[in-house]
């Protein structure tokens, strides 16, 4: 079973970019489809990003596409979301996710979630 770990958020000015990170312990990370979701403070959680077990297909949440680059590298059991062009509506905890089967992009599809990472994007 695949453990996840957030890391990379912090805060930064509108138009600015950060690259967040989702380390992965356990096995066969290779075997999961990975996303990315956000929520920010009295909403649901969304969805950002996701990406099959080798990184050939990724789709996007329309607020992001264009801005955001979702990646893995499987040998070094790593997930990526780099970020650009932020925006305050960004700013949310964001949340790396895993699912042993193909990209989804429904939050209850996930069964691993990290503990999220801060990102704060100021005006």
């Known amino acids: 079973q695949v453990q996840l770990v957030e890391s990379g958020g912090g805060l930064v000015q509108a138009g600015g970019s950060l690259r967040l990170s989702c380390a992965a312990s356990?096995?066969?990370?290779?075997?999961?489809?990975m996303g990315w979701f956000r929520q920010a403070p009295g909403k649901e959680r969304e969805f950002v990003a996701t990406?099959?077990?080798?990184?050939?297909?990724?789709y996007y949440a329309d607020s992001v596409k264009g801005r955001f680059t979702i990646s893995r590298d499987n040998a070094k059991s790593i997930m990526y979301l780099q970020m650009a062009s932020l925006k305050p509506e960004d700013t949310a905890v964001y949340y790396c996710?895993?699912?042993?089967?193909?990209?989804?992009?429904?939050?209850?599809?996930?069964?691993?979630w990290g503990q999220g990472t801060q990102v704060t994007v100021s005006s």
């Open positions: 996710a895993a699912r042993p089967a193909l990209t989804a992009t429904s939050a209850p599809s996930y069964d691993i």
């Open positions: 356990g096995r066969t990370f290779s075997r999961y489809a």
């Open positions: 990406i099959s077990m080798n990184g050939g297909a990724r």
